[in-house]
């Protein structure tokens, strides 16, 4: 079946400009993540959504990100007033949730902050 | 902030010798996953190993994990060109996944 697909693929902008990006995870997964990664880098969790339950934001690195998931599926990760340092590949992931759940991951999105 | 911590960053073997990849973590875990980059395809699960187990395999990849050293290994055997890309251990707990920074490993022909 489908994977997790993300839009758009890359993205340039300029400084203090805002960006939408849009993620539509894999039907009937109940959990969408978002993940941060600089380059030769790790991942960085920024937010977490299970079904219907309040978002983990905790991992949002300023108040210029925020997330939202409509109908418990697709979902959007805003980053307002771009800087230059918010340039990373962001990547989507879906899974069953829970303690043992493996994570499905989208092709990500390139961000660039000119 | 990272929990996981890969050993070596980079490693470069010829192919078909094996590959061996260390992860060590700092606290508690329900599980330990590896996950394998590459530019074609992304960032893909390889293999979820319990807390509560110490060996599991799956096809050439073994993984181990030691939860008293806090520390896993990802072993590739009979490496392949194609298994050139980075390789990441995940820590789960809960819900969350925490990464470590990645091994690039590179298979020369």
């Known amino acids: 079946g489908a994977g997790v697909s993300q839009s758009p693929s890359n993205k340039v902008t300029e400084k203090g400009k805002d960006v939408e990006l849009r993620c539509d995870p894999i039907?009937?997964?109940?959990?969408l993540y978002w993940y941060r990664q600089s380059l030769g880098q790790g991942l960085e969790f920024l937010i977490y959504?299970?079904?219907?339950?309040?978002?983990?934001k905790s991992g949002l690195p300023s108040d210029r990100f925020s997330a939202e998931r409509t109908g418990g599926s697709v979902s959007t990760l805003t980053i307002q007033r771009t800087q230059q340092e918010d340039s990373a590949v962001y990547l989507c992931?879906?899974?069953?949730?829970?303690?043992?759940?493996?994570?499905?991951f989208g092709p990500g999105t390139r961000l660039t902050v000119l | 902030s990272q929990q996981g911590e890969e050993d070596p960053q980079a490693l470069s073997i010829q192919e078909g010798e094996n590959a061996t990849m260390n992860c060590s973590y700092k606290?508690?875990?329900?599980?330990l996953q590896w996950y394998r980059q590459n530019s074609g395809r992304g960032l893909v699960h390889l293999i979820l190993i319990r807390s509560n187990e110490r060996e599991k395999h799956s096809g050439r990849l073994r993984v181990t994990l030691d939860t008293s050293k806090k520390s896993s290994s990802l072993l590739i055997t009979a490496s392949r060109a194609a298994d050139t890309a980075s390789y990441f251990c995940?820590?789960?707990?809960?819900?969350?996944?925490?990464w470590g920074a990645g091994t690039k490993l590179i298979i020369k022909p």
């Open positions: 959504f299970q079904g219907n339950s309040a978002p983990d």
């Open positions: 995940a820590t789960g707990r809960n819900y969350q996944l925490i």
């Open positions: 039907s009937g997964h109940t959990a």
């Open positions: 992931a879906s899974g069953d949730g829970g303690p043992q759940d493996t994570q499905y």
């Open positions: 606290t508690s875990i329900n599980n």
